[in-house]
């Protein structure tokens, strides 16, 4: 187990691991279709949005969080 310090650190990890993954997955495969070359063009696409991702997540969290704390009681 982590100790609860870490726990912002790792939601952002796991949110950016977990929505970079399934999102390239699917734009990749919409947009290029399966074949041989798919494993390929994914990892390639996801090396890009993966550190999007986790930049994303680290600005938008916060953000996100305190507005849902203001909308609920």
């Known amino acids: 187990m982590f100790p609860k310090k870490y726990s912002n650190l790792l939601f952002i990890v796991f949110m950016g691991l977990g929505m970079s993954l399934l999102m390239t997955l699917i734009i990749t495969y919409i947009n290029t279709g399966y074949d041989e070359?798919?494993?390929k063009r994914f990892f390639k696409a996801?090396?890009?949005s993966l550190p999007v991702?986790?930049?994303?997540?680290t600005i938008v969290a916060p953000v996100i969080q305190k507005f849902v704390d203001k909308i609920t009681k």
């Open 53 to 57: 991702a986790m930049i994303a997540t």
């Open 37 to 39: 070359e798919y494993s």
């Open 46 to 48: 996801w090396s890009v």
